[in-house]
C-alpha cells in the first residue's frame, strides 16, 4: 500500500501539470484561434483521438501479458516494438493512399496526414508507456508526460509571439512535440528492435489484446461519439462551442485516467482477491472528488462570462457534463479495471454494444424532436447513467452497494442544476452550493478519521 501512494504521488505532480498545460491550451486556444480556427483544431483532437486503436491490440495484448512478469518486460516490448511499426507503417500508407481517392481539399488531406504520423507516434509511445505501468514506474512516466507538456508550451509560445499561430501550426506543433518524446523515450528505455520470436510473441500478443482493443475501441466511440454527432451535423462553429465545454470535461477525465494507470498493476498482483471491497472504497472517493469538482465550476462559469463571451452558450452544456462525470470517473476507473482484471471483456464488450446501440437510438429521437447540442448532451447523460447501472449489474448482479451513491446523486444533481440555473450570482451560488455539501465532507472526514487514515 506504500508502494501504491509513493506512485501515486509522481502521478498526482503528472496529472497536475498535465491537467495544467490541458487547461492552459484549451483556453489559450479560443482566445489565439478565431472561433472556426478553434474548431478545425478540435476536429484534429477528435478525430486523432480514434488513432490510438490502429494498433490491432498489439499494445494491449503486451500490457496484459507482461503486466506481472516484469523480468522479461523489456525483452519482449523489443519483440513487440518491429512488429508494431510495421503494421502501423502499412496501416498509415494504406489509409493516405484510400484519402486520394476521395476529391477532399488540400487542408483536410492535410489533416489526414497528420492524423496518420500521430498515430505511429503514439501507438508506439503507449507500448513504452505500458512497459513502464508494468515495471510500476510511474515516476518515471509522469516526468516524461511533464515534459512533453513543457516542449509544446514552449514552441506554441514561440509561434504566438512571432504571431504565426493558426490551427495547422497547433497541429503540427502538437504532433512534432510527441515525436520528441517518443525519442526521448526510447533512449531512455534502451528499448530496441528484436526479431526473436518475432511471430510467436506478437500472434500471442494479438490473441489476449483483440478483446480489449475492441473494448477500448468501444470506449473511444462512447466518450466521443457526441462529438462527432456535432462535428457531422452541425457548423464548424457549433462545434467549436461544444467541442470548448467537451475539452474542459476532458480534463475531469484525464484524472480518472490517471487513477487507472495506477491502480490497474496493483489490483492485478496484489489485491485482486479484495477488489470488490477496494473498489466499493475508491468508487465512495469519486463521489466526494465530483462534489468538490461541481464547486469549483462556478468559478469556472465566472471567467467563461467575462473572459470568453462567444463561447458563453457552453455553459449548459457544460452544466450537462458536469453532471454526468460522476458516472464517466467511475467507469473510467473502477468497471474497466474490474473487467480487465477480471478477464470479463465479453460482457463489457455486451455492455458497450448495448450503450452504443441506446445512444444511437436516443441521439436519432433527440435530432428528430429537437436538433440542438443541449439534446444530444441530455442523450449522453442517459446513457453514461445506464452503462454505469449495466456495468453493475455484470460485476455485482445487483444494485445492493450502489443505491446510496445513487440517491444521493440524483438528490446532488438536482441542487447543483437548480443553483446554476435559477441562481445568477456565481458567489453565492458557489456559497449555497459549498453548505449543502458540508454533510459529505464531514461524513468522509469522519470515516477517514475512523479507519486510521488521518
Known amino acids: 500500500m506504500i508502494k501504491i501512494f509513493k506512485n501515486s504521488v509522481w502521478n498526482i505532480i503528472g496529472t497536475f501539470v498535465v491537467l495544467l498545460s490541458g487547461a492552459l491550451i484549451t483556453f489559450a486556444g ?86 496518420i504520423i500521430f498515430s505511429v507516434i503514439i501507438n508506439i509511445r503507449s507500448l513504452i508507456e505500458n512497459y513502464f505501468v508494468v515495471l510500476k514506474d510511474f515516476r518515471l512516466l509522469n516526468i516524461v508526460k511533464i515534459l512533453e507538456k513543457i516542449i509544446f508550451i514552449c514552441i506554441i509560445v514561440i509561434f504566438i509571439y512571432y504571431d504565426e499561430i493558426s490551427y495547422m501550426s497547433a497541429i503540427t506543433i502538437h504532433t512534432l512535440s510527441a515525436f520528441i518524446v517518443l525519442l526521448i523515450m526510447i533512449v531512455i528505455t534502451k ?46 462553429k457549433e462545434f467549436a462551442i461544444y467541442s470548448f465545454a467537451l475539452a474542459i470535461i476532458m480534463l475531469v477525465n484525464q484524472v480518472s485516467e490517471s487513477l487507472s494507470q495506477v491502480f490497474f498493476p496493483y489490483l492485478s498482483t496484489h489485491y485482486k482477491g479484495e477488489l470488490r471491497k477496494v473498489n466499493l472504497i475508491i468508487k465512495k472517493a469519486i463521489f466526494v472528488i465530483w462534489i468538490v469538482i461541481l464547486q469549483f465550476t462556478f468559478l469556472l462559469y465566472y471567467i467563461i462570462e467575462r473572459v470568453f463571451p462567444e463561447y ?41 454494444i448495448i450503450v452504443l446501440c441506446i445512444i444511437c437510438f436516443l441521439s436519432i429521437i433527440g435530432l428528430r424532436i429537437s ?53 445568477d450570482s456565481y458567489v453565492w451560488g458557489s456559497l449555497i452550493f459549498f453548505v449543502i455539501s458540508l454533510p459529505i465532507y464531514f461524513l468522509t472526514l469522519f470515516k477517514l478519521k475512523r479507519r486510521s487514515f488521518l
Open 30 to 115: 479560443p482566445k489565439v484561434l478565431s472561433i472556426e480556427e478553434f474548431g478545425m483544431w478540435r476536429t484534429f483532437i477528435l478525430y486523432a483521438g480514434y488513432a490510438g486503436v490502429l494498433h490491432f491490440g498489439i499494445v494491449d495484448g503486451y500490457l496484459l501479458n507482461n503486466v506481472a512478469k516484469t523480468d522479461s518486460a523489456l525483452i519482449n516490448a523489443s519483440r513487440t516494438l518491429p512488429f508494431l511499426v510495421i503494421q502501423q507503417i502499412i496501416v498509415g500508407i494504406l489509409i493516405i493512399g484510400a484519402s486520394f481517392l476521395f476529391n477532399i481539399s488540400d487542408n483536410y488531406l492535410y489533416l489526414i496526414i497528420l492524423i
Open 371 to 423: 436538433a440542438s447540442m443541449i439534446s444530444i448532451s441530455i442523450v449522453i447523460l442517459c446513457s453514461r447513467f445506464i452503462w454505469y447501472l449495466l456495468n453493475e449489474l455484470a460485476i455485482n448482479k445487483s444494485f445492493k452497494n450502489n443505491k446510496i451513491i445513487i440517491s444521493v446523486f440524483l438528490i446532488y444533481s438536482l441542487v447543483y442544476i437548480s443553483i446554476t440555473l435559477l441562481i
Open 191 to 236: 528499448i530496441h528492435l528484436s526479431f526473436s520470436e518475432f511471430k510467436s510473441t506478437n500472434i500471442s500478443n494479438i490473441k489476449v489484446g483483440y478483446k480489449l482493443l475492441f473494448s477500448n475501441s468501444l470506449i473511444i466511440i462512447l466518450f466521443f461519439i457526441d462529438s462527432v454527432i456535432i462535428n457531422v451535423y452541425f457548423s464548424i
Open 312 to 352: 458563453s452558450s457552453s455553459k449548459s452544456i457544460l452544466i450537462i457534463y458536469f453532471v454526468g462525470s460522476l458516472f464517466s470517473l467511475i467507469i473510467r476507473v473502477i468497471q474497466n479495471n474490474t473487467f480487465k482484471i477480471y478477464y470479463m471483456q465479453k460482457q463489457f464488450i455486451k455492455i458497450e
